[in-house]
Structure formats: C-alpha cells, structure tokens
C-alpha cells in the first residue's frame, strides 16, 4: 500500500518560490492568477496494514517542519 | 575548553569552525554524525555550516534526526555549550532546541557576502566579547537564511533578551532582521553568518575572534 503526503508553506508563510512562480507566468501572458503556493508531495510506499496515523506521526518526526509547514495525508 | 565539531556528508565549514576553535585556545574533536556518543570531557559543540545530507528535504532537517544529534540534544539538555553556524542553525532549528525556521531568502538568491551585524545582546558567553549595540562585519553564505517564528515567539525573544545578532541591513527578509539566537539557558547560539570566517587576517576581518576567545574565556576547564 501506499500513502502520499502533501506538504505545503503554512499560510501566513512568505512563499518567495511561489511568488516567482506567479510573476513567471504573467510575464508570459498567463493573466489572471491571483497566487502561486509551492509545496512538495511525497510518496511512500508502506508494508501492509500500515496506518494513517504512522504515516501521520513521520510527518510530525521528520517529512514536515510544522512551524512552517502543514501537511496532509493521503491512503491509496 | 573542549570543543567537539559535528562532521555531516556535506558539511564544508567545519574545519573552519574547528581552526577558530584552536585558536582561542581550545582542544577540538571532530566528530562524525554516525558516532553515537560525544567524547568525554566535551562542554562545547559546534555544529558546523554546509549543506549536510545535500539540504534533502529541508536544510538541516535529517541531520537533526541523525544519530549524534540526539547525544548533542542531550547535551544541551544538561546545561552544555552548542553553537550553531548556517546549516548548524538550521539544524537546531529543527531539533528544537532553538525556535523558529530558516526560510528560503525572500529574493531567492544564494548571498555570500560580508555584512554588518549589531550585537544586539552582549549578555552571553558567546557575545560578552562585544559591547551591546556595537556593529561587526561577518561573512554570509547560504540560500536559506530567512529567520521565521510565529508572533509570539518573536516578541518572547526579544522580550527574554534573546536575540544575539541583527543585521544592519537585513539581507534576507529574516523576521525583526534577525541574525542569531540564544537558547533560554543563553548557551545554545544558533546564527546564520559565519564568524569563523572572520577569525584570520588572512580572512580579510577578524570580527569574529572576539566571539571565540569570550567562550573560550568562559569555558577555562578547571
């Protein structure tokens, strides 16, 4: 089995790669977007039975820094 | 006073911080991020500048899981010396034995450059070598040097006279321009620009020396 963690800048966080991002894309054109957040998404691949919640407590120990970041967790 | 360095894969500054070390008088180990203990008679770490572990993940972040991070915790636990530089303040940062983060640079670009520090506290065995509000120029060099804490965490730093260091003119969008940090026992010092690069003429300043014989001052083994 598998889980995938999604780990974003919390908000309120300056996301300065997230920023270069947006301008990128209204300098070419791309009108409209209002923000750009940049996260990561890490995928795990887990013995049988594992559960959310281990996969939660990677996240606290070592996969997010919760002062900057949130994450969330994903089962699949 | 004896000094043991962390070495990490990918630490670059520890040699640097080792020589600073010897030459205010300390006996340095260095010792490798596999050990799982600190040699004996150690009262001062130093956790060296660099890019341990490739900056995988978050800069500092697996070196703070490492196996002799958590005897270096230890050690803090029990009142001992930890400094900090760069990658090492990164790294306390994600121990927690400091609080806060260290963010990307709000202009997105690696900095290395000498910039102006004010000593924003000489009340500590790192900083008592200076006269508060004094200004030095220290070396910086990292990419991911944005100090970042909640609110909160800001306002009780200043208000427990925790801040060492702040820049004269902040490189790096870091909260309340914020250089460096103590611990609430003042013997964990994390910061972000280099002073063992500050330590020889040969260096082109020596700004920084004051800081290592002050500890080392403090440090005299009995």
């Known amino acids: 089995m598998k889980a995938r963690v999604h780990v974003m800048l919390k908000n309120g966080v300056l996301d300065p790669q997230g920023e270069a991002v947006r301008h990128a894309l209204g300098a070419m054109g791309f009108d409209g977007v209002k923000g750009v957040r940049q996260g990561k998404v890490i995928e795990l691949d887990l013995d049988e ?7 939660e407590t990677m996240c606290e120990k070592l996969l997010a820094n919760t002062v900057i970041e949130s994450y969330s967790v994903e089962m699949i | 006073m004896h000094a043991a360095v962390i070495v990490f894969p990918g630490s670059n500054c520890d040699r640097d911080l080792a020589v600073a070390f010897e030459a205010a008088g300390a006996r340095v180990s260095m010792v490798w991020h596999k050990d799982t203990t600190l040699p004996e008679g150690v009262d001062m770490v130093g956790v060296p500048g660099g890019f ?5 993940l978050r800069c500092g972040a697996i070196a703070a899981n490492s196996p002799i ?3 270096v915790a230890a050690h803090a636990e029990r009142g001992g010396y930890v400094m900090g530089v760069c990658n090492g303040f990164q790294v306390l940062t994600e121990t927690g034995l400091l609080p806060g983060a260290l963010l990307r640079n709000a202009g997105l670009k690696y900095i290395c450059k000498t910039v102006g520090l004010k000593v924003a506290t000489a ?3 790192y900083t008592s070598g200076y006269e508060a509000g004094s200004v030095i120029d220290i070396p910086i060099a990292h990419h991911d040097g944005n100090y970042f804490a909640d609110s909160e965490t800001i306002a009780r730093l200043h208000a427990e006279d925790r801040v060492a260091f702040k820049y004269t003119e902040n490189p790096n969008g870091a909260q309340a321009d914020i250089a460096g940090i103590l611990s609430e026992n003042r013997r964990v010092l994390g910061m972000m620009p ?3 690069r500050a330590a020889d003429a040969g260096h082109g300043g020596t700004d920084g020396t004051a800081l290592f014989r ?4 403090a440090l005299v083994t009995a």
């Open chain 1, 49 to 55: 039975g594992a559960s959310q919640s281990d996969v």
């Open chain 2, 52 to 56: 341990s572990y490739g900056d995988y």
């Open chain 2, 69 to 71: 991070c958590r005897e």
């Open chain 2, 123 to 125: 009340d500590s065995d």
């Open chain 2, 194 to 196: 280099h002073p063992e």
């Open chain 2, 214 to 217: 002050a500890l080392a001052g």
